[in-house]
């Protein structure tokens, strides 16, 4: 609506909407029209239009939008930087409507001659349509693995005589994967009967058949015998780097295996989850005896970095801490946005005491389960916390992250983070890179001299077990241990469903390698009571 230039206050009003119904927790097809209608922000005009998307699974008049809007025009509104006003301009001045030429626009520097284009917005979007090129087509794990699994189980059911894995990046626990690799002992005729009658399409390349439904999502399928099933999905679930590796090892010697672990048992190399075949380093380290136990997702006992009503949450504290309780964590961490982030309506210090007021209250009800008194500080310009000392003395645990002016150069942000770890209020710092998989890098960030003053200062690395973040990058995982710094895996969760995402931060820390005792949020209630007061002598006394 904004690009087809129509009226300001009609979409304000559906852009509300859409804000309000983002936030509702209960089915809207459950809802009677006028329980519909009486939600604040929906009325009687834009609840007509959601009853209708619940009949008809359509709504007339964006059909009608999307008809006079050219496809790379849409394509144009995922990429970040790229409103619609920037897009009108490069549609009717500049007379672009494909991403490719928007690209060669900017490489020929045409922008910068139209209003609201300087030469950094010029660079932004060129940067930005580079990023977008190469992820396109690229889905998170989270995205694919109920399609995975679902997909798993009926190979299973229907086939039961034959073999069939998930293999690949999938088996791998990549972040993110552009498809799924499954290999089976099914045979072509099978398989390509079993995919027709489904609706998918698919053509041979070459070693695999690859297979598209309606989504688009491609799966790779490698048809192998029994006596080749194995392997097969053996070199599909590791590196480039590590299958060289291990053909070049002196014993090996391929064979019809019989499971995954004689291909381990005939090199005497102890077995190495598909997740940490990663560097050939790891090779060496498991030559005749076991790795070290990787962290479970049932070893994650208390909820660090949440969010509840009091700031941009949708559950409210006592929800949250009830929820974790029953949930078996030991304790919950609950630190709101400070009074910076006004956007997700940040604490202003009077706010801080009538929250403080209510966890005291809730530990009353709740024991021996604990929420502990925790804030995320928004990192400022300069580096410095979003309160003076007397209030972060207030905090059990003070969580710093940085959430404002992204863009900025290494320098600057290393300046911004060195700053916030020096601090002796700061235990954890916050997702450290602020990349958004798929759709943000993150600001520059040298990490082995961010590792190292986490070290010098007892602060732990979080590791936002958001799946859209996954920040830290696990593959400085290992530099941290080494180190002695601890990573915290932290769900970020923003609703009480936000705890399940723990499990994605453990699925991506055991391609590191990390083990229980290295991870904050595997302490027990009493070893975090400890950390916590080893943080808090660090704070002038
Ligand atoms: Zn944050
Ligand atoms: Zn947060």
Known sequence: MDIHGENEFKIKSY??????????????????????????????????????????????????????????ILEMLKIKGLGPKKIVTIWKELEIESIGELLYACEENRLVKYKGFGEKTQKNIQE???????????????????????????????????????????????????????????????????????????????????????????????????????????????????????????????????????????????????????LATIIEKAKGKNLPKTIQPSDIKGIIHAHSTWSDGIHTLEQMAIAAKEKGYEYLIISDHSKSAFYANGLQADRIIEQHKEIDVLNKKLAPFVIFKSIESDILNDGSLDYPDEILANFDIVIASVHSNLKMTEEKAMMRLL??????????????????????????????????????????????????????????????????????????????????????????????GLSAANNLSSFSLAEMLEFIEYQQAKRPQ
Not at 446 to 460: F, K
Not at 462 to 482: F, G, T
Request: with cysteine; aromatic share 12%; proline share 4%.
């Open 419 to 512: 700053n916030a770890v020096n601090n002796p209020y700061t235990s954890i710092l916050g997702h450290p890179t602020g990349r958004l998989l798929l759709s943000r890098k993150g600001y520059p960030v040298n990490h082995e001299v961010l590792i190292e003053a986490c070290a010098e200062n007892n602060v732990a690395i979080e590791l936002n077990a958001h799946p859209r973040r996954l920040d830290m990058d696990w593959r400085y995982i290992q530099a941290a241990v080494e180190n002695d710094v601890l990573i915290s895996i932290n769900p970020d969760a923003h609703a009480i469903e936000g705890f399940d995402d723990c499990k994605y931060g453990v699925f991506v820390a055991q391609k590191a």
């Open 15 to 72: 852009s509300n909407a859409a804000y309000t119904l983002d936030k509702l927790t209960e089915p809207l097809s459950d809802m009677s029209p006028s329980q519909l209608y009486a939600i604040r922000g929906i009325g009687e005009a834009i609840g007509k239009k959601i009853q209708e998307i619940i009949e008809t699974k359509h709504l007339a008049l964006l059909d009608e939008y999307i008809q006079k809007t050219p496809p790379g």
């Open 128 to 278: 930005a349509l580079h990023f977008y090129l190469q992820h396109q087509g690229n889905y998170l794990y989270e995205e694919v693995e109920n399609l995975a699994t679902t997909l798993q189980n009926n190979l299973a059911i229907e086939f039961p005589n034959q073999q069939h894995i998930i293999s690949g990046a999938f088996k791998r626990q990549m972040e993110w994967l552009g498809f799924l690799d499954i290999v089976t002992t099914l045979s072509e005729t099978h398989l390509t009967a079993w995919l027709a009658a489904k609706n998918f399409t698919f053509e041979k390349k070459a070693g695999y058949i690859s297979c598209k439904g309606e989504d688009n999502f491609e799966l790779r399928w490698y048809l192998t015998t029994i006596e080749n099933f194995f392997w097969t999905d053996f070199t599909l679930s590791c590196s480039p780097a590590f299958l060289d590796t291990w053909q070049a090892l002196e014993n090996f010697k391929m064979e019809a295996y019989q499971t995954e672990q004689s291909i381990f048992d005939q090199v005497g190399i102890s077995y190495i989850p598909a997740p940490q075949r990663e």
